[in-house]
């Protein structure tokens, strides 16, 4: 699914962000997500550069790991 309407609640992204999900109806939250955000690291005195970055939610894919859809078999 493409969804241009998609928005994370962080202040730094400055581009793109992004989502995935599981395939299955029982899980409604985002497995990992993420983004673009440019001249974050300019914040911590280094020179600013493009940088696209991604978190996961381990918790939650450890424990449904066996329930998710997207292996296929």
Same mark, same amino acid.
């Given at each position: 699914?493409?969804?241009?309407?998609?928005?994370? +609640? &962080?202040?730094?992204?400055? =581009?793109?962000?992004?989502?995935?999900?599981?395939?299955?109806?029982?899980?409604? #939250?985002? !497995?990992?997500?993420?983004?673009?955000?440019? +001249? &974050?690291?300019?914040?911590? =005195?280094?020179?600013?550069?493009?940088?696209?970055?991604?978190?996961?939610?381990? #918790?939650? !894919?450890?424990?449904?790991?066996?329930?998710?859809?997207?292996?296929?078999?």
């Amino acid at each position: 699914m493409f969804d241009v309407t998609l928005m994370r +609640g &962080l202040d730094y992204y400055t =581009g793109m962000v992004f989502e995935f999900f599981d395939n299955s109806p029982e899980n409604t #939250r985002a !497995l990992f997500g993420g983004g673009r955000y440019d +001249g &974050l690291v300019g914040l911590f =005195g280094v020179e600013p550069i493009s940088t696209v970055g991604v978190g996961t939610w381990v #918790r939650r !894919l450890w424990s449904n790991f066996w329930k998710f859809t997207w292996f296929v078999a």
